[in-house]
C-alpha cells in the first residue's frame, strides 16, 4: 500500500531552501509526529497544504511566521459550516512555529 503521493511544484523549493524556513517545517513535522501520532503518509499531505499555501502567496515559511497578519484568509473569522482544512494546517504550523494568533495575553 502506497501513500499520498505530492509531485513536486515549480516552487515547492520554498519549504525546503536554504533560508526558507525549513527548520521550521521539520518542528512543526516532529510535533505533528509526536504530539499528534500523524504517520507519515498523513504528513506529506499536510506538508503539501503548507506549501501550496506558501507558493500560493508568494512565501516562505519563514516570510509566513513574519508576515502571517498580511493574509486575510488567516485572520477573518472562521467559516462555521467547516470547509477551513487549508486554514487549520497553516494556522497549526504557525503555532508550533511559536506565532501567537490569537492576541496578547492579559494578565
Known amino acids: ?3 499520498p503521493q505530492v509531485l513536486p511544484g515549480p516552487s515547492r523549493g520554498r519549504v525546503s531552501g536554504a533560508g526558507s524556513g525549513a527548520d ?3 518542528r512543526w ?5 509526536d504530539g499528534m501520532g500523524l504517520d507519515d503518509a498523513e504528513i506529506v499531505v499536510l506538508r503539501a497544504a503548507l506549501a501550496d499555501f506558501c507558493d500560493e502567496h508568494g ?3 519563514l516570510e ?4 502571517w497578519a498580511e493574509f486575510p484568509e488567516l485572520t477573518a473569522p472562521r467559516n462555521p459550516y467547516g470547509g477551513d482544512r ?3 494546517v497553516v494556522e497549526s504550523f504557525l503555532v ?4 501567537n494568533l490569537f492576541g496578547a495575553a492579559t494578565s
Open 1 to 3: 500500500m502506497t501513500g
Open 59 to 61: 512565501v516562505t515559511p
Open 96 to 99: 508550533t512555529s511559536g506565532v
Open 64 to 67: 509566513l511566521c513574519e508576515r
Open 86 to 88: 487549508p486554514r487549520l
Open 24 to 26: 521550521l517545517v521539520k
Open 29 to 33: 513535522e516532529q510535533q505533528l509526529r
